[in-house]
Each structure stands twice: as C-alpha cells, then as structure tokens.
DNA sequence: CACCAGGCAAGTA
DNA sequence: TACTTGCATGGT
C-alpha cells in the first residue's frame, strides 16, 4: 500500500473486503432523487416499500406527484417514516422542479453542478448530503458525499476533527481523492456498508480494514 | 424493552 | 452562535 494516500487505501481495502455496493438503488434520476429525500435518517428497507407504493399508485411520474394532495402523497410514503415532513418536502423539491426546469428531470441534470448544488440547498427539506446525493448518484457529477457514517468512523480513527463541519469533510475527501464519479459513488457506499456491518452483526471481523470498536455509537460509544 | 436508520429545520437561550 | 427537539415507521 502507499504510504502517501490514507483515504485512497482504505477505499481500496473495503473494495476488496466488501465488494461493489451497486448503489444506488433506484431505475431512473427520479426515483433516485425521490429516494434521497425518503432515506433521510431512515433505513432503506422502509424506503423501498414507500417507492413500492409510489409505484403501485400509478402516479410515480414529477407530474403525478406534483398533482397529488400533499396529504395523500403522506399515506403513500407511510413506510418511510416522519411521512408528513417528507410530503411537504417531496411538494418543495417538485415545485422547485416545475419552477425552474419545466418539471423535466433531465433539464434540471444538465444544470451547471455548482448553480444547481445552490439551488437544492434553497429547497426546504433538501441539505447537503441530500443535495449531494442528488449530485452524485443522479446527475452522476464527482462531488463526495458526506454522511453520520463516514465521521464517526473516520473521526474515531483520526482522520479528521470530532468537530469538522460538513464542508471540511468533504473538501479534505476530495483533495485526496480523484475526482472520479465512480469512485465516490462506490466510496460513500461502502463506509455506510462498514458502518452497518461492523455496529451490528460482525462484531469479530479480523479482516476488515477498520475495527469494531472505534466507531459504535450509542451509550457505549467511544466519546 | 431500547436502540437505530443512507437528515433537516425550527425552536430556545 | 450553539445546543436541543420534533419528525415516525419498521427492524433487530
């Protein structure tokens, strides 16, 4: 391994202990930047079955949705949880689109990447993982995103502050990193993948790059 | 039973 | 500015 390139390893030693995550889950932009919104501090288990119903509703088009009472949109996505916050915040994004882009999803991916990272944040609803998220596994632009994951583990392992803000993450990630599309996709994959399979069911894994202990959350975390 | 999940905004001091 | 709280279902 290199010496020079700490992030850059990692990446690599998940890649090889875990295996391509194929995220993100979803068939188009639209489903992909729906499923941003539901998963906010949400499993994707409850996610998938909110989109299921979306689905079956016949009305998963930013049409449909925009047409759709808001109370009746917060019925369909129950299954995600915190579904009345979420419809309105579902409603914001879809008059955003409209506003802006003629409700056409690909209009709005051709957007300069900066303008339009601006332009989500304005969202009510919309942060910077979300709009990161957006960025990346949607309008498929090199932008890092930044999760509750990727500090606790990297923050237990001295590789950043306790205290870095978002920004800070992600500007040092991309400063080591390439700025390759693919491999911030897999990367932000893969350290939720981590963060899941080492707090509950691996507590014993020998071969994983980084180890149990150092990033538990809960009562008995590491500070 | 407690705890967590691919956050964010609003309220309080 | 710096904490705290509300949002809510479903799985372990």
Redesign the pocket.
Known sequence: MGRGNHFLDIYNSLLKHFGP?H????ETPFE?II???L?????????E?AIASLKASGKFTPEGLFRLPAENL?QLI????????????LKNFLSFLFDDYEGDIDRMLKEDGHILRHKL?????????????ILL?AAEHPIF?I???TKRIFSRHGYIDA?AT?HQMQELFMKCLPQDTCLFNEY??LI?RT??EL???NPHCDSCPVEYDLH??????IK
């Open positions: 995550q995220w993100w889950p979803g992909v499923g941003a919104i998963t906010q501090n949400t499993s994707w288990d409850n996610v079955k917060a129950r299954s995600s949880g915190y579904f009345n916050i979420k419809a309105k915040r944040l304005n969202v009510n609803g919309i942060g910077p993982e979300t709009a990161d998220s596994y995103v999760d509750a994951y205290d978002y932000h994959a939720v963060g899941k707090c509950r069911t538990k959350k809960g009562k008995n975390a």
